[in-house]
Protein backbone atom coordinates (compact mmCIF):
# COMPACT_ATOMS: atom_id res chain seq x y z
CA UNK A 1 0.00 0.00 0.00
CA UNK A 2 2.99 2.40 0.98
CA UNK A 3 4.49 1.66 -2.24
CA UNK A 4 0.95 2.82 -4.35
CA UNK A 5 1.01 5.83 -2.42
CA UNK A 6 4.69 6.92 -3.38
CA UNK A 7 3.36 6.08 -6.81
CA UNK A 8 0.29 8.20 -7.13
CA UNK A 9 1.72 11.15 -5.44
CA UNK A 10 4.87 11.04 -7.81
CA UNK A 11 2.22 10.93 -10.70
CA UNK A 12 -0.20 14.07 -9.33
CA UNK A 13 2.84 16.03 -9.10
CA UNK A 14 2.62 19.83 -10.54
CA UNK A 15 4.56 18.71 -13.17
CA UNK A 16 2.09 16.52 -14.30
CA UNK A 17 -0.44 18.01 -16.83
CA UNK A 18 -3.93 15.35 -16.60
CA UNK A 19 -6.97 15.19 -14.80
CA UNK A 20 -7.19 15.81 -11.22
CA UNK A 21 -9.93 14.08 -8.63
CA UNK A 22 -10.18 14.81 -5.30
CA UNK A 23 -12.55 11.70 -3.00
CA UNK A 24 -14.98 13.07 -1.41
CA UNK A 25 -16.53 9.94 -0.49
CA UNK A 26 -16.36 10.04 3.15
CA UNK A 27 -18.69 13.02 3.69
CA UNK A 28 -21.33 10.71 1.05
CA UNK A 29 -24.18 9.10 3.01
CA UNK A 30 -23.68 5.58 3.91
CA UNK A 31 -25.16 2.85 1.00
CA UNK A 32 -23.67 0.37 -1.07
CA UNK A 33 -25.43 -2.47 -3.69
CA UNK A 34 -25.58 -5.69 -1.47
CA UNK A 35 -27.14 -9.31 -2.00
CA UNK A 36 -26.33 -12.84 -2.65
CA UNK A 37 -25.59 -14.19 -6.74
CA UNK A 38 -28.53 -12.87 -8.11
CA UNK A 39 -27.18 -9.77 -6.86
CA UNK A 40 -23.49 -9.87 -8.79
CA UNK A 41 -25.26 -8.07 -11.39
CA UNK A 42 -26.54 -4.62 -11.86
CA UNK A 43 -26.23 -1.92 -9.17
CA UNK A 44 -26.58 1.14 -11.36
CA UNK A 45 -27.55 4.98 -10.59
CA UNK A 46 -29.94 6.92 -11.82
CA UNK A 47 -29.07 10.78 -11.73
CA UNK A 48 -31.23 14.02 -12.34
CA UNK A 49 -32.29 17.13 -11.40
CA UNK A 50 -35.90 16.26 -8.72
CA UNK A 51 -36.03 19.35 -7.44
CA UNK A 52 -35.79 22.10 -9.94
CA UNK A 53 -32.15 23.62 -8.31
CA UNK A 54 -30.22 22.70 -11.49
CA UNK A 55 -27.72 20.15 -8.99
CA UNK A 56 -27.95 16.73 -10.03
CA UNK A 57 -29.91 14.36 -7.74
CA UNK A 58 -29.29 10.25 -7.19
CA UNK A 59 -31.31 7.59 -6.81
CA UNK A 60 -28.92 4.56 -5.66
CA UNK A 61 -30.16 0.81 -6.02
CA UNK A 62 -29.85 -1.09 -3.41
CA UNK A 63 -30.08 -4.99 -4.24
CA UNK A 64 -31.33 -6.80 -1.25
CA UNK A 65 -31.17 -3.37 1.05
CA UNK A 66 -33.56 -0.49 0.16
CA UNK A 67 -32.99 1.29 -2.65
CA UNK A 68 -31.72 5.15 -1.77
CA UNK A 69 -32.08 8.60 -2.92
CA UNK A 70 -30.03 11.67 -2.42
CA UNK A 71 -30.54 15.26 -2.61
CA UNK A 72 -27.91 17.60 -3.74
CA UNK A 73 -27.42 20.87 -1.53
CA UNK A 74 -24.32 21.75 -3.06
CA UNK A 75 -20.87 21.68 -2.70
CA UNK A 76 -20.77 18.25 -2.23
CA UNK A 77 -23.05 18.19 0.58
CA UNK A 78 -26.04 15.17 0.12
CA UNK A 79 -28.59 14.38 2.35
CA UNK A 80 -31.10 11.34 2.01
CA UNK A 81 -34.33 11.96 1.27
CA UNK A 82 -37.77 10.05 1.58
CA UNK A 83 -38.59 7.30 -0.63
CA UNK A 84 -41.14 4.85 -1.05
CA UNK A 85 -39.41 1.05 0.30
CA UNK A 86 -37.98 -0.82 -2.23
CA UNK A 87 -35.73 -3.81 -2.28
CA UNK A 88 -34.79 -6.44 -4.65
CA UNK A 89 -33.47 -3.26 -6.97
CA UNK A 90 -30.57 -3.75 -9.36
CA UNK A 91 -31.27 -0.21 -11.27
CA UNK A 92 -32.93 2.64 -12.60
CA UNK A 93 -33.62 4.84 -15.28
CA UNK A 94 -34.94 8.70 -14.88
CA UNK A 95 -37.56 9.30 -17.46
CA UNK A 96 -40.71 11.74 -17.78
CA UNK A 97 -43.52 9.78 -18.91
CA UNK A 98 -46.29 11.64 -18.38
CA UNK A 99 -44.23 14.98 -19.59
CA UNK A 100 -45.70 17.72 -16.41
CA UNK A 101 -42.00 18.34 -16.06
CA UNK A 102 -40.69 15.89 -13.13
CA UNK A 103 -38.06 13.19 -13.75
CA UNK A 104 -40.04 10.05 -12.87
CA UNK A 105 -37.71 7.09 -12.10
CA UNK A 106 -38.45 3.53 -13.75
CA UNK A 107 -36.72 0.93 -11.03
CA UNK A 108 -35.73 -2.61 -12.38
CA UNK A 109 -36.28 -5.03 -9.85
CA UNK A 110 -35.94 -8.75 -9.37
CA UNK A 111 -39.98 -8.86 -8.96
CA UNK A 112 -42.28 -6.68 -10.52
CA UNK A 113 -40.83 -3.54 -11.68
CA UNK A 114 -41.85 -0.67 -10.18
CA UNK A 115 -42.35 2.90 -11.78
CA UNK A 116 -42.34 5.93 -9.21
CA UNK A 117 -43.85 9.05 -10.23
CA UNK A 118 -41.83 12.42 -9.60
CA UNK A 119 -43.20 15.58 -7.59
CA UNK A 120 -41.86 19.01 -6.30
CA UNK A 121 -39.03 19.00 -3.99
CA UNK A 122 -38.13 14.87 -4.96
CA UNK A 123 -41.31 13.75 -4.15
CA UNK A 124 -41.75 10.32 -5.25
CA UNK A 125 -44.53 8.09 -5.47
CA UNK A 126 -45.47 4.80 -6.62
CA UNK A 127 -47.15 5.39 -9.45
CA UNK A 128 -46.91 1.48 -11.21
CA UNK A 129 -50.52 1.02 -11.56
CA UNK A 130 -51.31 4.95 -12.38
CA UNK A 131 -49.50 4.26 -15.62
CA UNK A 132 -50.85 1.30 -15.75
CA UNK A 133 -48.04 -0.51 -16.47
CA UNK A 134 -48.32 -4.34 -16.58
CA UNK A 135 -46.21 -6.00 -14.58
CA UNK A 136 -43.67 -8.87 -15.04
CA UNK A 137 -42.01 -11.22 -12.12
CA UNK A 138 -38.93 -11.35 -13.67
CA UNK A 139 -34.86 -9.93 -13.36
CA UNK A 140 -34.98 -6.99 -14.77
CA UNK A 141 -31.18 -5.86 -15.63
CA UNK A 142 -31.72 -3.34 -18.56
CA UNK A 143 -33.62 -0.74 -19.82
CA UNK A 144 -34.61 1.85 -22.73
CA UNK A 145 -36.97 4.24 -23.92
CA UNK A 146 -38.29 6.05 -27.43
CA UNK A 147 -40.94 8.18 -28.54
CA UNK A 148 -42.40 7.32 -31.87
CA UNK A 149 -44.81 10.12 -31.76
CA UNK A 150 -45.69 12.94 -29.41
CA UNK A 151 -47.59 10.85 -26.57
CA UNK A 152 -46.61 8.32 -24.27
CA UNK A 153 -42.80 6.78 -24.95
CA UNK A 154 -42.27 3.19 -25.76
CA UNK A 155 -40.03 1.30 -23.44
CA UNK A 156 -37.63 -1.90 -23.56
CA UNK A 157 -37.04 -4.14 -20.20
CA UNK A 158 -34.13 -6.66 -20.91
CA UNK A 159 -34.11 -9.50 -18.44
CA UNK A 160 -31.77 -11.98 -16.85
CA UNK A 161 -31.65 -14.97 -16.00
CA UNK A 162 -35.28 -17.13 -15.78
CA UNK A 163 -35.63 -17.54 -11.74
CA UNK A 164 -38.29 -19.94 -12.53
CA UNK A 165 -36.41 -22.11 -14.36
CA UNK A 166 -35.61 -25.33 -12.26
CA UNK A 167 -33.06 -25.70 -14.87
CA UNK A 168 -31.36 -22.74 -14.70
CA UNK A 169 -28.91 -20.59 -14.22
CA UNK A 170 -27.34 -21.84 -17.28
CA UNK A 171 -28.75 -21.66 -20.21
CA UNK A 172 -31.72 -20.21 -18.79
CA UNK A 173 -31.74 -16.95 -20.28
CA UNK A 174 -35.07 -14.92 -19.80
CA UNK A 175 -37.11 -13.04 -22.35
CA UNK A 176 -37.88 -9.25 -22.89
CA UNK A 177 -40.74 -6.78 -22.58
CA UNK A 178 -41.44 -4.48 -24.97
CA UNK A 179 -43.78 -1.74 -23.36
CA UNK A 180 -46.53 -0.62 -26.28
CA UNK A 181 -48.15 2.56 -25.29
CA UNK A 182 -51.92 3.15 -25.92
CA UNK A 183 -55.02 5.47 -25.17
CA UNK A 184 -56.12 3.57 -22.45
CA UNK A 185 -52.66 1.48 -21.12
CA UNK A 186 -49.69 0.23 -22.06
CA UNK A 187 -49.45 -3.55 -23.05
CA UNK A 188 -46.77 -6.18 -23.18
CA UNK A 189 -45.03 -8.00 -25.97
CA UNK A 190 -42.46 -10.71 -25.52
CA UNK A 191 -39.04 -10.00 -27.01
CA UNK A 192 -37.30 -12.90 -27.95
CA UNK A 193 -35.21 -14.74 -27.62
CA UNK A 194 -33.53 -13.20 -24.66
CA UNK A 195 -29.52 -13.79 -23.86
CA UNK A 196 -29.19 -13.00 -20.48
CA UNK A 197 -29.24 -9.31 -20.95
CA UNK A 198 -26.99 -6.76 -19.17
CA UNK A 199 -27.93 -3.35 -20.98
CA UNK A 200 -29.67 -2.00 -24.51
CA UNK A 201 -30.07 1.31 -25.85
CA UNK A 202 -32.33 2.91 -28.55
CA UNK A 203 -29.78 4.98 -30.41
CA UNK A 204 -29.53 5.31 -34.14
CA UNK A 205 -26.78 3.03 -35.19
CA UNK A 206 -24.36 3.24 -38.07
CA UNK A 207 -26.61 2.66 -40.55
CA UNK A 208 -28.26 6.24 -39.32
CA UNK A 209 -31.70 3.93 -38.17
CA UNK A 210 -33.11 3.74 -34.64
CA UNK A 211 -32.54 0.38 -33.52
CA UNK A 212 -32.31 -1.11 -29.96
CA UNK A 213 -28.40 -2.93 -29.37
CA UNK A 214 -28.80 -5.33 -26.85
CA UNK A 215 -25.79 -6.47 -24.82
CA UNK A 216 -25.53 -9.76 -23.08
CA UNK A 217 -23.88 -12.09 -20.77
CA UNK A 218 -22.51 -15.19 -22.37
CA UNK A 219 -21.87 -16.36 -18.54
CA UNK A 220 -25.49 -17.90 -18.70
CA UNK A 221 -26.47 -18.43 -21.97
CA UNK A 222 -22.75 -20.00 -22.33
CA UNK A 223 -23.29 -20.98 -26.05
CA UNK A 224 -25.82 -20.09 -29.02
CA UNK A 225 -25.93 -16.41 -27.87
CA UNK A 226 -24.65 -13.13 -29.28
CA UNK A 227 -24.86 -9.32 -29.59
CA UNK A 228 -28.53 -8.51 -30.56
CA UNK A 229 -29.55 -5.40 -32.76
CA UNK A 230 -33.35 -4.81 -33.07
CA UNK A 231 -34.84 -2.82 -35.64
CA UNK A 232 -37.81 -0.72 -34.49
CA UNK A 233 -38.97 0.09 -37.00
CA UNK A 234 -39.29 -2.81 -38.66
CA UNK A 235 -39.66 -4.56 -35.32
CA UNK A 236 -37.08 -7.48 -36.44
CA UNK A 237 -33.63 -8.78 -35.35
CA UNK A 238 -31.06 -8.06 -37.91
CA UNK A 239 -28.76 -10.89 -39.16
CA UNK A 240 -26.43 -11.65 -41.26
CA UNK A 241 -27.99 -10.91 -44.28
CA UNK A 242 -27.74 -7.11 -42.57
CA UNK A 243 -24.30 -7.18 -42.18
CA UNK A 244 -25.01 -8.11 -38.43
CA UNK A 245 -21.62 -10.03 -37.58
CA UNK A 246 -22.24 -12.07 -34.13
CA UNK A 247 -20.66 -11.26 -31.28
CA UNK A 248 -20.63 -13.32 -28.34
CA UNK A 249 -19.07 -11.69 -25.28
CA UNK A 250 -19.80 -11.17 -21.46
CA UNK A 251 -21.57 -8.16 -22.05
CA UNK A 252 -22.13 -5.84 -19.06
CA UNK A 253 -22.61 -2.41 -20.59
CA UNK A 254 -23.02 0.11 -23.66
CA UNK A 255 -21.91 3.34 -24.41
CA UNK A 256 -22.59 4.92 -27.35
CA UNK A 257 -20.86 8.24 -28.98
CA UNK A 258 -19.49 9.57 -32.08
CA UNK A 259 -15.54 10.26 -31.09
CA UNK A 260 -14.19 10.09 -34.77
CA UNK A 261 -16.22 13.23 -36.17
CA UNK A 262 -18.09 11.36 -38.62
CA UNK A 263 -21.86 12.08 -37.28
CA UNK A 264 -21.95 8.08 -36.82
CA UNK A 265 -21.75 6.67 -32.76
CA UNK A 266 -18.81 4.10 -32.21
CA UNK A 267 -19.97 1.78 -29.14
CA UNK A 268 -17.90 0.86 -26.41
CA UNK A 269 -19.39 -2.25 -24.90
CA UNK A 270 -17.99 -3.65 -21.49
CA UNK A 271 -16.92 -7.15 -20.40
CA UNK A 272 -15.16 -9.56 -18.89
CA UNK A 273 -11.95 -9.45 -20.28
CA UNK A 274 -11.80 -6.86 -23.48
CA UNK A 275 -13.85 -3.71 -22.98
CA UNK A 276 -14.76 -3.99 -27.21
CA UNK A 277 -15.28 -0.02 -28.74
CA UNK A 278 -16.52 -0.98 -32.41
CA UNK A 279 -16.08 1.44 -34.78
CA UNK A 280 -18.72 2.87 -36.91
CA UNK A 281 -18.37 2.70 -40.82
CA UNK A 282 -19.84 4.83 -43.88
CA UNK A 283 -21.96 1.04 -45.40
CA UNK A 284 -23.63 1.06 -41.72
CA UNK A 285 -21.22 -1.63 -40.58
CA UNK A 286 -19.42 -1.72 -37.63
CA UNK A 287 -15.48 -3.42 -36.43
CA UNK A 288 -13.39 -3.72 -33.76
CA UNK A 289 -11.20 -1.32 -33.14
CA UNK A 290 -7.29 -1.79 -33.22
CA UNK A 291 -5.47 -2.93 -30.20
CA UNK A 292 -3.29 -0.16 -30.25
CA UNK A 293 -6.30 2.60 -29.87
CA UNK A 294 -6.11 1.96 -25.97
CA UNK A 295 -9.60 1.13 -24.95
CA UNK A 296 -9.27 -2.63 -24.60
CA UNK A 297 -8.76 -2.18 -20.69
CA UNK A 298 -8.02 -5.96 -20.74
CA UNK A 299 -6.43 -6.34 -17.27
CA UNK A 300 -5.99 -4.10 -14.10
CA UNK A 301 -3.04 -1.30 -15.05
CA UNK A 302 -1.19 -1.67 -11.72
CA UNK A 303 -0.56 -4.37 -9.38
CA UNK A 304 0.56 -7.84 -9.59
CA UNK A 305 -3.20 -9.41 -10.89
CA UNK A 306 -2.75 -10.08 -14.36
CA UNK A 307 -6.42 -11.73 -14.77
CA UNK A 308 -8.58 -10.40 -16.90
CA UNK A 309 -10.70 -6.98 -16.02
CA UNK A 310 -14.62 -7.25 -15.53
CA UNK A 311 -15.85 -4.45 -16.98
CA UNK A 312 -19.57 -3.01 -16.26
CA UNK A 313 -20.50 0.74 -16.48
CA UNK A 314 -18.96 2.51 -19.33
CA UNK A 315 -19.79 6.38 -20.13
CA UNK A 316 -17.86 9.02 -22.50
CA UNK A 317 -17.38 12.37 -21.21
CA UNK A 318 -14.89 14.92 -21.95
CA UNK A 319 -13.18 15.43 -18.64
CA UNK A 320 -10.84 17.88 -19.37
CA UNK A 321 -13.57 20.01 -21.73
CA UNK A 322 -10.65 19.66 -24.37
CA UNK A 323 -13.42 18.90 -27.10
CA UNK A 324 -12.53 15.14 -27.05
CA UNK A 325 -14.61 13.02 -25.61
CA UNK A 326 -12.71 10.87 -22.86
CA UNK A 327 -14.15 7.05 -21.10
CA UNK A 328 -14.85 6.13 -18.40
CA UNK A 329 -15.33 2.33 -17.44
CA UNK A 330 -16.13 1.18 -13.79
CA UNK A 331 -14.86 -2.14 -13.13
CA UNK A 332 -15.08 -4.95 -10.32
CA UNK A 333 -14.78 -8.60 -9.89
CA UNK A 334 -18.42 -10.04 -10.06
CA UNK A 335 -17.87 -11.04 -6.54
CA UNK A 336 -14.51 -13.52 -6.16
CA UNK A 337 -14.55 -15.33 -9.22
CA UNK A 338 -10.94 -16.78 -9.48
CA UNK A 339 -10.64 -16.53 -13.25
CA UNK A 340 -10.66 -12.60 -13.18
CA UNK A 341 -9.02 -9.90 -11.10
CA UNK A 342 -10.22 -9.02 -7.74
CA UNK A 343 -8.61 -5.64 -7.59
CA UNK A 344 -9.57 -4.10 -10.25
CA UNK A 345 -9.12 -0.40 -10.76
CA UNK A 346 -11.68 1.62 -12.62
CA UNK A 347 -10.49 3.17 -16.24
CA UNK A 348 -9.68 7.14 -17.11
CA UNK A 349 -9.05 7.33 -20.35
CA UNK A 350 -8.24 10.23 -21.73
CA UNK A 351 -8.50 10.87 -25.48
CA UNK A 352 -5.46 12.26 -27.24
CA UNK A 353 -5.28 14.34 -29.93
CA UNK A 354 -4.53 11.70 -32.34
CA UNK A 355 -7.81 9.61 -31.21
CA UNK A 356 -5.94 7.10 -29.40
CA UNK A 357 -6.53 6.92 -25.36
CA UNK A 358 -4.46 7.11 -22.67
CA UNK A 359 -4.74 5.44 -19.03
CA UNK A 360 -5.39 8.59 -16.00
CA UNK A 361 -7.19 6.79 -13.39
CA UNK A 362 -4.36 6.31 -10.97
CA UNK A 363 -2.67 10.00 -11.54
CA UNK A 364 -6.09 11.17 -11.36
CA UNK A 365 -6.96 9.73 -8.06
CA UNK A 366 -9.96 7.72 -9.28
CA UNK A 367 -8.56 4.01 -9.47
CA UNK A 368 -10.63 2.31 -6.50
CA UNK A 369 -10.00 -1.42 -6.47
CA UNK A 370 -13.71 -1.95 -4.88
CA UNK A 371 -16.36 -3.92 -6.68
CA UNK A 372 -17.75 -1.06 -9.05
CA UNK A 373 -21.19 -1.08 -11.12
CA UNK A 374 -23.38 1.21 -11.65
CA UNK A 375 -22.02 4.88 -11.87
CA UNK A 376 -22.36 8.43 -13.28
CA UNK A 377 -20.34 11.47 -15.11
CA UNK A 378 -21.99 14.27 -14.09
CA UNK A 379 -21.30 17.99 -13.28
CA UNK A 380 -22.64 17.62 -9.44
CA UNK A 381 -21.10 21.41 -8.42
CA UNK A 382 -21.78 22.96 -11.85
CA UNK A 383 -18.63 24.06 -12.48
CA UNK A 384 -18.19 22.61 -15.64
CA UNK A 385 -16.15 20.03 -14.99
CA UNK A 386 -17.62 15.98 -14.64
CA UNK A 387 -16.90 14.55 -11.92
CA UNK A 388 -17.55 11.16 -11.31
CA UNK A 389 -19.97 8.45 -9.37
CA UNK A 390 -19.56 4.74 -8.33
CA UNK A 391 -22.02 2.65 -6.60
CA UNK A 392 -19.78 -0.35 -5.29
CA UNK A 393 -20.94 -3.76 -4.44
CA UNK A 394 -20.57 -4.46 -0.81
CA UNK A 395 -18.72 -0.97 -0.09
CA UNK A 396 -19.28 2.40 0.18
CA UNK A 397 -20.41 4.47 -2.76
CA UNK A 398 -17.64 6.85 -4.14
CA UNK A 399 -17.97 10.27 -5.47
CA UNK A 400 -14.99 12.44 -6.73
CA UNK A 401 -14.37 16.14 -7.72
CA UNK A 402 -13.13 17.51 -10.74
CA UNK A 403 -10.48 19.37 -9.56
CA UNK A 404 -8.58 19.15 -13.12
CA UNK A 405 -6.41 22.89 -13.58
CA UNK A 406 -6.52 24.28 -16.99
CA UNK A 407 -9.31 23.00 -18.62
CA UNK A 408 -10.84 24.22 -21.67
CA UNK A 409 -14.41 25.72 -21.97
CA UNK A 410 -17.33 24.02 -22.08
CA UNK A 411 -21.29 24.49 -23.06
CA UNK A 412 -24.69 22.21 -21.48
CA UNK A 413 -27.18 21.67 -24.10
CA UNK A 414 -31.16 21.74 -22.34
CA UNK A 415 -33.70 20.44 -24.81
CA UNK A 416 -37.39 21.37 -24.39
CA UNK A 417 -40.61 20.90 -26.20
CA UNK A 418 -44.21 20.80 -26.04
CA UNK A 419 -46.01 17.70 -26.69
CA UNK A 420 -45.39 14.31 -24.98
CA UNK A 421 -41.88 13.88 -25.44
CA UNK A 422 -40.67 17.24 -23.29
CA UNK A 423 -37.73 16.15 -23.10
CA UNK A 424 -36.85 15.58 -27.14
CA UNK A 425 -35.55 12.37 -26.41
CA UNK A 426 -33.75 11.39 -29.66
CA UNK A 427 -32.66 14.86 -30.84
CA UNK A 428 -29.34 14.86 -32.27
CA UNK A 429 -27.47 17.58 -30.95
CA UNK A 430 -23.90 19.35 -32.50
CA UNK A 431 -22.04 21.76 -30.71
CA UNK A 432 -18.89 22.15 -32.90
CA UNK A 433 -17.52 19.65 -34.06
CA UNK A 434 -19.04 17.04 -31.51
CA UNK A 435 -22.05 15.45 -31.64
CA UNK A 436 -24.24 13.79 -28.92
CA UNK A 437 -27.51 11.72 -28.79
CA UNK A 438 -30.26 12.39 -26.45
CA UNK A 439 -31.19 8.99 -25.38
CA UNK A 440 -32.37 6.75 -22.53
CA UNK A 441 -30.64 4.07 -21.68
CA UNK A 442 -27.31 2.19 -22.17
CA UNK A 443 -24.40 2.26 -19.18
CA UNK A 444 -24.89 -0.73 -16.76
CA UNK A 445 -28.78 -1.04 -15.08
CA UNK A 446 -28.87 2.88 -14.65
CA UNK A 447 -28.39 6.40 -16.77
CA UNK A 448 -29.48 10.31 -16.11
CA UNK A 449 -31.35 12.84 -17.47
CA UNK A 450 -28.83 15.76 -17.24
CA UNK A 451 -27.99 18.81 -19.95
CA UNK A 452 -25.97 17.45 -22.80
CA UNK A 453 -22.23 18.38 -21.59
CA UNK A 454 -19.70 19.70 -24.14
CA UNK A 455 -16.22 20.59 -23.74
CA UNK A 456 -15.18 23.13 -26.12
CA UNK A 457 -11.52 23.38 -25.65
CA UNK A 458 -10.16 27.15 -26.66
CA UNK A 459 -13.90 28.52 -28.24
CA UNK A 460 -15.61 30.78 -26.54
CA UNK A 461 -18.54 31.07 -28.63
CA UNK A 462 -20.13 27.84 -30.81
CA UNK A 463 -22.64 27.28 -33.14
CA UNK A 464 -25.15 24.68 -31.94
CA UNK A 465 -27.55 22.58 -34.20
CA UNK A 466 -30.15 20.76 -32.81
CA UNK A 467 -32.11 17.73 -34.96
CA UNK A 468 -35.51 17.86 -33.44
CA UNK A 469 -37.14 13.75 -33.25
CA UNK A 470 -39.18 15.46 -35.67
CA UNK A 471 -36.24 16.20 -38.05
CA UNK A 472 -36.71 19.97 -37.45
CA UNK A 473 -33.52 21.45 -37.38
CA UNK A 474 -32.72 24.72 -35.67
CA UNK A 475 -29.50 26.70 -34.89
CA UNK A 476 -28.49 28.92 -32.58
CA UNK A 477 -25.55 30.43 -31.22
CA UNK A 478 -24.34 30.28 -27.44
CA UNK A 479 -21.26 32.03 -25.48
CA UNK A 480 -19.12 29.41 -23.82
CA UNK A 481 -19.09 28.40 -20.18
CA UNK A 482 -23.10 28.22 -19.52
CA UNK A 483 -25.92 26.16 -19.47
CA UNK A 484 -28.36 27.00 -22.24
CA UNK A 485 -32.06 25.82 -23.21
CA UNK A 486 -33.08 25.43 -26.19
CA UNK A 487 -36.66 24.96 -28.20
CA UNK A 488 -37.71 24.10 -31.73
Known amino acids: MRLLIIITALLTSPAQAGPQFQDLSSGFPDHSYSGEWNHFVGGGVAVMDCNGDALPDIFAAGGSQPAALFVNQGDFAFTTAALPKIIDTTGAYPIDINADGYMDLFVLRIGPNVVLKGGPDCSFTDATMEFKLPGADQWSTAFSAWWRDDSLPHMAVGNYVDLKNPDGPFFACDTHQLLIPSAEAYSSQPLAPGFCTLSMLA ?116 IDNDGQADLFISKGNVDQMPSNAIHDPNNLLMQQPGGTFSEAGL ?126
Do not use: C
Not at 407 to 424: I, K, M, P, T
Open 203 to 318: VPDASGSLRLRISNDRQYYVRGGYEQMWDISELRFLDESDGWSKLSIWGMGIASRDITGDGRDEVMLTSMGDQILQLAAADGSYSNAPFSIGTYAHRPYFGDDGRPSTGWHAQFGD
Open 363 to 488: SAGVASTERGRGAALADFDLDGRLDILVLNRRAAMEIYRNETQNVGHWLAVVLLQEGGNRNAIGARVTVGAEMQHLTIGGGHAGGQALPLHFGLGDATEVEVTVEWPNGQLSKHRAQADQTITLQP
